[in-house]
């Protein structure tokens, strides 16, 4: 992009994606202010010329257009209406959320946002960490036409495939938790139906080849299974209890609007029984070895 082009945008929370999303806006020539609690995260920013804001008040007292990347919906409760948080900045007139966080808490932000005369364009993404770093997200947008458009420069440059869910904050929302809840369910899937080929006597390799040649292929054996399982490392780069708030998120909302959600409620149960078992900061992948621990069996690494 053309410096004089750029925009000036804030960005709060720059962790395992926040981080990599802001480094694609820096590479892009944007001017760039940043928060996060942890300054080892702010640092590899800052070396390259983003500003440090003091706080979430300070982030939204110095920038119109301001991203927010958070694991939870409790941390995002707290910058916003916290002492110093983002409520109270006087600059910011665009707050984009690029978290899960389902639709009544989207409609929550919106309201809070709207009384300060603040518009909330909720922009989704999938592709985990490893998509961030690429650049190879799927966006997802939902909001008014006129502040999409203004941050559409912007939010392209995560990923090649930018999809208009709506024209209300919240309906990219739902088309995100309706895929993360076939992630999960994918995830889940293969993890038993690796252990279980596994065990009957099929190495990994070859199952990995013939389903991804198949019908069977999905995200988990496309990406995951290659990069985290069969290497034994699990360091897809997701913690357990990032993607059990999405599920709950995900079969609450299937719950409210009436849908039966008995296989995601199934795969909901298993990875709620890792997490019962230790698994909250343990990476998504590692799923596979609770499963293994109930099957007596596990798989060797081949790579």
């Known amino acids: ?50 500003r440090r804001a003091a706080s979430p008040r300070d982030l939204a007292d110095r920038c119109e257009i301001l991203f927010v990347s958070l694991p939870t919906l409790a941390a995002f409760r707290a910058v916003v209406f916290g002492a110093d948080g983002l409520a109270k900045g006087k600059a910011m007139k665009l707050l984009v959320n690029t978290c899960t966080v389902g639709v009544p808490f989207v409609k929550e932000i919106e309201r809070a946002m709207a009384a300060q005369g603040v518009t909330v364009v909720d922009c989704p993404i ?41 024209d209300k904050p919240g309906a990219a929302q739902v088309l995100k938790l309706t895929n993360n809840i076939l992630s999960a369910v994918a995830l889940a899937a293969t993890a038993e139906a690796f252990v279980m080929g596994a065990k009957g006597g099929v190495d990994p390799e070859v199952m990995l080849a013939a389903i991804n040649a198949g ?51 199934a795969a909901r ?35």
């Open 269 to 303: 149960l298993l990875f709620k029984h890792a997490m019962h078992k230790g698994a909250t900061k343990e990476d998504i992948t590692a799923i596979v070895k609770y499963i293994e621990r109930d099957a007596g069996f596990e798989m060797s690494k081949t790579r």
């Open 126 to 166: 999938s592709g985990g960490p490893p998509g961030a770093r690429a650049g190879t997200l799927s966006v997802m947008v939902s909001g008014d036409a006129a502040a999409i458009d203004q941050i559409r420069p912007m939010i392209s440059l995560w990923g090649d495939t930018l999809t208009i869910a709506g």
């Open 215 to 265: 019908s069977g292929r999905n995200s988990a054996t496309e990406s995951k299974f290659p990069a985290a399982v069969l290497t034994r490392s699990f360091d897809y780069g997701a913690e357990m209890h990032i993607l059990m708030k999405d599920i709950d998120l995900a079969v609450a909302q299937g719950e409210e609007l009436g849908v039966p959600m008995w296989v995601c409620n």
């Open 1 to 50: 992009m053309n410096q004089e082009n750029a925009v000036e945008a804030g960005y709060l929370g720059v962790g395992n994606m926040g981080q990599p999303m802001a480094q694609k806006l820096l590479d892009a020539g944007h001017s760039l202010t940043v928060y996060d609690i942890d300054e080892a995260a702010m640092r590899p920013l800052l070396e390259r010329q983003a």
